[in-house]
């Protein structure tokens, strides 16, 4: 039977913006998860299948694609350099590539919104297109990120690039140029920097290499190599290198479950009380599963069924059933901290709810990139939680939960970034009385349907 005025999402005005506010009200009665759900497709491979198909020659068909407010931003940055892309309203897309070297010059500056990914990848792409002028920009979030991490090393290689700060911060315009191969020691552990490099690789002639501290995401690597680049992967030094000039050709490309969408309700079912919930289609590829082995050091009841693989990427269905008991809380403390960390870097917001219902105290450290994130991530999910009663005090590098203390419901705010409204909704699940957050609209960037979803697993 539906629980009424559960769930709800209204028009609301911040700072003088049209927003959403979105009102979580705990049901009465007990509200326990159950079923089977999808999540939208993994946003880093939609980006990745939408820049590769738009550098291919050829027809590329992604099924599976994140209709998700990044993606479009890619999309659209994508149709001005010439790309064919047909409109995001279902998720099998087409695009016919205009093919590596051809891009056209734009008449107006690329607007990346809210997208990191959408940014530092594409700038690898149009600082090694001779003879073109390119100006790229963001939302307010995305122009006080960091853009010297792939700045930096594409001058290295040779490229035009002036921003405001000396080019770290956007907007920023860039003059293609024939860029020199470098063998670049990423200072930090980030997919970003390494694509961007490596996508600044397929037009330079000779070896390009990135040398990373630890594995980040590895999608590049795996969807360069099935559009045709050579790519070499050294496991052992985390490096990789892409050797130039690379030809791609139009594939079918099929994106999984996002992982990072999967963590919202993979906590939401290990904290809320007799949950038995199965995120079905999920990518389980190692190098973002570490919110797996976290939740299940915490002592979730996480279980893989369906193992398969999916056009390069492994899949596989997630069940999770809540673990806890009148006289037992339903996860325990841990800490998360070295390689881990580049492996849940998306997922921290969300466990550090699973953190607050965990009994002892759970100590996130060398998570500093948190900060430069679509918000600061430390700052905000602890002030944001705390607000609700929880225990957490900010690191330099990360968090401290204290586990254990009841939330109640309050007012607290997005500060426009997806994961943290999401990761705010799940707290609300579990919290007394009734929370609104305030600038919900923020999680159509990364998974439109959040609401719906949550609406009907309250329900
Ligand atoms: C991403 C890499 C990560 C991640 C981001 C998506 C990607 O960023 O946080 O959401 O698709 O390459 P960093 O490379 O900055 O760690």
């Not at 913006?17 to 946003?43: E, H, M, W, Y």
């Not at 939408?50 to 999309?75: F, V």
């Not at 795996?222 to 790519?231: C, D, P, Q």
């Not at 069940?319 to 800490?335: D, E, I, M, N, W």
Request: aromatic letters at 2%.
């Amino acid at each position: 039977m539906r629980v009424p005025n559960v769930i709800s999402l209204k028009a609301s005005e911040y700072q003088h913006n049209l927003t959403q506010d979105l009102t979580i009200a705990r049901p009465s009665t007990g509200l326990a998860l159950k079923g089977r759900i999808r999540v939208p497709g993994d946003k880093s491979i939609s980006h990745r299948a939408l820049m590769l198909g738009a550098l291919a020659e050829g027809e590329t068909t992604i099924e599976g694609l994140l209709l998700g407010e990044d993606p479009r931003s890619t999309a659209a940055c994508f149709r001005s350099l010439g790309a064919e892309i047909s409109e995001l309203n279902s998720d099998r897309v087409h695009v016919r590539g205009i093919g590596l070297g051809q891009l056209l010059e734009p008449l107006n500056v690329l607007d990346a919104g809210n997208s990191g990914t959408t940014l530092r990848l594409m700038l690898g792409i149009l600082a090694s297109h001779p003879e073109r002028f390119f100006t790229v920009t963001g939302d307010g979030s995305l122009r006080s990120r960091p853009m010297s991490r792939v700045v930096n090393p594409l001058r290295q290689m040779g490229a035009e690039i002036w921003g405001r700060k000396g080019g770290s911060l956007a907007p920023l315009a860039i003059r293609g140029q024939a860029l020199q191969p470098i063998h670049y020691q990423s200072p930090i552990a980030s997919a970003q920097v390494k694509s961007c490099i490596m996508l600044a690789g397929l037009m330079t002639e000779g070896q390009t290499t990135v040398t990373e501290p630890a594995l980040s995401r590895d999608h590049s690597e795996r969807m360069l190599r099935a559009f045709g680049a050579e790519v070499t992967v050294d496991p052992d030094t985390c490096s990789v290198t892409v050797t130039g000039p690379a030809r791609l050709e139009g594939q079918s490309v099929i994106v999984p479950g996002d992982i990072s969408s999967a963590a919202f309700w993979l906590v939401a079912g290990a904290i809320v009380p007799e949950s038995d919930l199965t995120i079905e289609n999920v990518g389980v590829n190692p190098t973002r599963t570490g919110v797996l082995d976290a939740l299940k050091l915490m002592g979730a009841d996480i279980t893989q069924e369906n193992c398969r693989e999916v056009a390069g990427e492994p899949v596989a269905d997630l069940r999770v059933r809540y673990a806890g008991s009148k006289t037992r809380a339903p996860l325990r403390a841990c800490t998360i901290a070295g390689a881990l960390i580049p492996r849940l870097i998306d997922e921290i917001p969300i466990l550090t709810v699973a953190a607050a219902f965990a009994e002892g105290t759970t100590q996130i450290q060398d998570a500093e990139e948190l900060r430069v994130k679509e918000s600061d991530r430390i700052a905000v999910m602890a002030s944001q939680l705390n607000q609700m009663g929880a225990q957490v005090s900010e690191r330099l590098d990360g968090m401290e939960i204290t586990g254990g203390h009841s939330l109640h419901g309050t007012e607290v705010d997005s500060h426009t970034d997806h994961r943290i409204a999401m990761s705010l909704a799940i707290a609300a699940l579990n919290a007394s009385d009734t929370t609104t957050i305030h600038r919900a609209e923020a999680v159509a960037v990364s998974y439109p349907d959040f609401v719906p979803t949550l609406t009907t697993l309250c329900s």
